[in-house]
């Protein structure tokens, strides 16, 4: 192998190795300081389905999409006194004014309706959604962050 | 050596100066016209292959993401929103709308602009200087960029105040190392290999004063500042969009402009000379040019490595050496390699790993690869 291309090599290996070093480096820093914006949050659900009071859990995770956005996907799972199960999903999505989008404020809380389906969440700092209710046809529930 | 011999396949397909022979009665000229036609026409034919093959991974890439959207449902949604008709009553649309809309086609954008930029400028500066290791990244311009804009996030120091007194930070940064090479250049005449050895310096002078200002800087600053500085499209809004595209697209086109210019500079400066091309000033400009597209392209993203290093360097084997043809497969080639990053990216580890990262994993091997199966000299 030439010299030059042996040098080339070293060249562009020392650059792959800094490009790594800065890559680890920043991993860490984000370890030692996490975004505010990520969330894994988990609820105690209760409520009731067709008159059947219904209790389970729920979760709420950040998807990253765009780092200008935040956006979260909440996943609900309950079961009915009588063995009705309930499971349900919906997205909420942050602007970068920490607004949620296409949700209207009334009273602190921020509420969506539409065909029949009313989401209203309760949110924190850091678009964190410290609760939620969800009604549609028959179902109404309510979902509290649960504290460790 | 089975890759060599590939890559000489492909440069002779490219050329197809293998498959054709001379036909009875044929002179000399007509055939030498012959040849440069079809090879004309196959460096047309694999432009527009780079073509086809951008727009499949546009299309591709604008589905993937986090957010749970069906394929068809990605376009259903494009559609709506290009003719106005998504229900303003329908969060589930409006949703859709916002993902596909606001979050993911400025990334998709962005990969595309940053990709022409970086490549078309690596193009550039490898002919230049006649260095198949020239970038605005070997040169030490980016980390001159990202230099200035860090002073900018961490301390506060502008030359000119507000949002884009950090694009400014960047430019002004990105210049010293394009200016002492232009200055070393004239009073020194140094080697190719001295230049970039002499870039990797100044990179590395900067990196020192960055990290000095990371050690300095509020942890939050610095988390952020290291965070952005790998290099990441996550970030840019509509906003941003058009200042990125103007300083790459407009950048690419005033470099298209020289291509002539730079096919001399390619012969050597005795040549381009002789031609009364006035080669300091070329020079000047060219890093000037090169210079704005990389701090423009820094200053929003952090540093992407290895695009503008690798592209023309694929695209050469494919489409030769002439400036005129080389440019922009070398900056449609960029935009189709920041997309396989992201795409692979997002495949890989999910949308939190930062392109810059896979850039330089995805670009080294392969740029190894090149100069290990050329076996040509490299200075």
């Known amino acids: 192998m030439k010299p030059g291309v042996i040098a080339a090599v070293g060249v562009a290996l020392a650059l792959m190795i800094g490009a790594f070093m800065l890559y680890a480096t920043a991993d860490l820093m984000g370890d030692l300081h996490p975004d505010p914006y990520e969330h894994h949050i988990e609820y105690e659900v209760s409520g009731e389905i067709g008159g059947e009071s219904v209790t389970g859990s729920a979760v709420c995770d950040t998807l990253r999409e765009n780092d200008a956005f935040h956006n979260y996907h909440i996943v609900i799972d309950a079961v009915g006194a009588g063995g009705t199960a309930v499971s349900q999903s919906f997205y909420v999505i942050f602007g970068p004014d920490d607004i949620p989008r296409f949700f209207t404020e009334s009273d602190g809380v921020y509420i969506q309706d539409s065909e029949g389906q009313r989401i209203s969440l309760v949110i924190g700092d850091f678009c964190k959604i410290s609760g939620f209710g969800f009604e549609s046809a028959g179902l109404a529930l309510i979902a509290q962050e649960v504290h460790e | ?379």
Not at chain 2, 129 to 155: C, Q
Not at chain 2, 356 to 371: C, H, R
């Open chain 2, 1 to 379: 050596m089975k890759i060599g011999n590939l890559l000489t396949e492909l440069r002779d397909r490219a050329s197809l100066s293998k498959t054709l022979v001379m036909t009875d009665g044929e002179s000399d000229e007509d055939f030498v016209f012959r040849e440069y036609k079809v090879a004309r026409r196959s460096k047309v034919l694999f432009l527009a292959a780079f073509a086809l093959l951008f727009l499949i991974l546009v299309g591709y890439k604008i589905t993937l993401g986090e957010y749970d959207i069906g394929f068809f449902d990605v376009y259903d949604t494009l559609w709506k929103h290009i003719t106005g008709s998504i229900d303003p009553l329908d969060p589930i649309q409006r949703m859709n709308d916002n993902v596909v809309w606001e979050q993911r086609l400025p990334r998709v954008l962005t990969a595309i602009l940053v990709g022409v930029g970086l490549a078309a400028a690596g193009a550039a500066m490898q002919s230049m200087m006649k260095n198949p290791l020239a970038d605005p990244y070997t040169t030490g311009i980016s980390s001159g960029a990202l230099f200035g804009a860090t002073l900018a996030m961490t301390l506060g120091i502008y030359i000119v105040g507000g949002y884009y007194g950090r694009v400014l930070n960047a430019f002004i940064f990105a210049l010293v190392p394009a200016v002492f090479i232009i200055m070393l250049s004239r009073w020194k005449k140094p080697s190719p290999a001295m230049m970039i050895l002499v870039g990797i310096a100044i990179m590395y002078i900067f990196n020192a004063f960055q990290s000095y200002m990371m050690l300095r800087a509020d942890p939050n600053a610095a988390s952020s500042v290291y965070t952005w500085s790998v290099g990441s499209i996550g970030m840019t809004t509509w906003e941003q969009i058009p200042i990125i595209g103007v300083i790459s697209i407009l950048g690419f086109a005033a470099l298209f402009i020289m291509t002539r210019t730079l096919n001399a500079l390619n012969s050597g400066d005795a040549y381009a000379k002789s031609l009364g091309i006035n080669v300091d000033r070329v020079r000047i400009l060219c890093l000037i040019l090169i210079s704005i597209i990389a701090a423009g392209i820094v200053s929003f993203t952090g540093i992407i490595g290895f695009i503008g290093l690798v592209s023309p360097h694929i695209a050469r084997i494919f489409v030769g050496s002439d400036n005129r043809i080389l440019l922009p497969a070398s900056a449609m080639l960029g935009a189709c390699m920041m997309l396989i990053c992201d795409i692979v990216s997002f495949l890989i580890i999910g949308a939190t790993l930062q392109i810059g990262i896979v850039t330089a994993m995805i670009g080294g091997p392969i740029f190894m690869l090149i100069l290990i199966a050329q076996q040509k000299e490299v200075w």
